[in-house]
């Protein structure tokens, strides 16, 4: 019997390619002027990055002397613009001042719609538990170590906008794995106000400032909210203690949907993120937020950057909830909804590692505006679900990255991934990144360069079938698979209002009762006669007693 000896090329290439990989640094001697090339060569880690590669990458050398104009002529000066004589007009072809005055005006790129105001770090993941009989997924495999970013956000407010105001908090993550980005793009709530993606846009709408007056409006944004009871969860934490988090590093982070996790064997299970605070929830009243709104809008964004900027790293603990895949059929909440969150008597919290924030941006543009996290950023062993939220947005970031940054968005430097790209796309507006002379540009082909891993490499393989995307999702699904619109699947304690009640009855204490019904009333302020009447109905169905209090307290503040 012969021995055959799996030789992975692609690897050895790589390695090859890392290890011979050079980077210069220009390294600035201020008195001397003089440049020195520094060359560094990257032995061990092959064509890996770290935390610091990643921060650095993109960055220019720290330059002093001459400047010069984007195309690298010296600059002659930085203060006198050239006229038609000492009193005379500005001319044409000063060719400094206009690219200076033109590209100051493309300064910004638009801002995110939703989630505009936010901040980010970088850091690492460190796997310390073993989960591989649920994921094969590299990034999740025992002693690893992957460096990531995090953007902590906003939802309604705009770039410049206090990051206290109360609202639901953005806790998107990016690890940079050897099998590609995989982003959660999570909050700091383990639910949503909504169970499916084509009411995204009316949500945001109604938080947002109005089309006539360019104010927020009290009122639009409960009457969307009630008239979309389904919301009732999610809003019940946000008017919560939880919605004016005093800090991002005191609060926990969730990748919110349900996930699906498959291991070596192809055997699929689901799986919810939650990211614990080792430095424990703390929380402004309402009072406090909207005070510290005033006094300083960038908090939040100040507080992280200042913790590691004085190495005091925020740490998260990383968890999954599992649930064995044939038990999202007869689970009492429909497991994909949202709106709805697993009991964690049910499903209890799984050890898998932890996360720490440990380096700061280097520039805030380039590496936090320009971050483009997206939820169909996934690695193999990890898929989506048949929550119908999760597959909106398996198209939407993307789709606004593209219009937002460019499409060849994925080319800057804190959006590739750590190992290279092997694509038959090309051009495009700021292409950067291009392939060998000798490279094909389409697929199939009678070269070398590859193609799907389904695909034979060798034709188009039109005539046959794959069966299921099992890179989505594994899923034979109970219901059929005829395409359909169709209410949620009902499981039995099923109901918009169910665990909105049993977070205000079961969880909340007292006092947290009361700032609840505070809050609520608080952003009640300026609604009109016909919804403040549907927000007591509402309130009444998450609980009696809590509707009873809120029409109590609003009388006195209307
Ligand atoms: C169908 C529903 C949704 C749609 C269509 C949607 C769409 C978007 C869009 C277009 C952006 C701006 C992206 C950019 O320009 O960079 C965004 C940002 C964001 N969304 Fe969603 N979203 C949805 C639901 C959610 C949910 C359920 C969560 C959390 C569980 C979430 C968390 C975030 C976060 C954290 C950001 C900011 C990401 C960053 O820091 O760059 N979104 N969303």
Known sequence: MGIV????LWRIGLFALGTARLQYYAINQSLTHK??????????????????DIVSNGMRPELTGTTTQHGGRPVPSENISITAGPQGANVLNDIHLIEKLAHFNRERVPER???????????????TNDVSAYTKAKLFQPGTV???????????????????????????????????NYDIVGNNTPTFFLRDGMKFPDFIHSQKRMGQTGLRNADAQWDF??????????????????????????????????FQWINEE????????????????????????????????????????????NGDYPIWDVKVQIMPFEEAETYRFNPFDLTKTWSQKDYPLVDVGYFVLNKNPQNFF???????????????????SPDRMLMARAFAYADAHRYRIGPNY?????????????????????????????APVYTPNRFDKGAGFLDDGVSSSSGVSYGQAAELFVNPDPHGTDLVRAAYVQHSEDGDFVQAGILYREVMDDGEKERLADNITNAMVGVSPETEERCYWYWEQVDPQLGARVKELFATKK
């Open 5 to 8: 000896i799996k030789v992975d």
């Open 35 to 52: 440049l020195i090339i520094y060359i560094s060569y990257r032995f061990k880690k092959g064509l890996h990055m770290d935390t610091n």
């Open 113 to 127: 719609n939703p989630h505009a105001k936010g901040h980010g770090a970088f850091g690492e993941l460190h796997i």
């Open 146 to 180: 992957t460096p990531m970013a995090v953007r902590f956000s906003t939802v309604a407010g705009e770039q410049g906008s206090p990051d206290t105001w109360r609202d639901v908090h953005g806790f998107a993550v990016r690890f940079y794995t050897e099998e590609g």
């Open 225 to 258: 909210w009630t008239r979309t009871p389904e919301s009732s969860h999610q809003v019940t934490y946000l008017m919560g203690d939880r919605g004016t988090p005093k800090t991002s590093r005191h609060q926990d982070g969730f990748g919110s949907h349900t």
């Open 266 to 309: 192809g055997t699929p299970v689901w799986v919810k993120y939650h990211f614990k605070t080792r430095q424990g929830w703390d929380c402004f009243t309402d009072a406090e937020a909207q005070e510290m709104a005033g006094k300083n809008a960038d908090y939040q964004r100040e507080d992280l950057f200042n913790a590691i900027e």
């Open 366 to 384: 380039a590496q936090i505006e320009q971050m483009a996290l997206d939820p169909a950023n996934l690695v193999p062993g990890i898929g989506l």
């Open 410 to 438: 994925r080319q800057l430097p804190v959006n590739q991934p750590v190992f290279p790209v092997n694509t038959y796309a090309h051009q495009g507006p700021m292409e950067y990144q291009f392939n060998p002379a000798s």
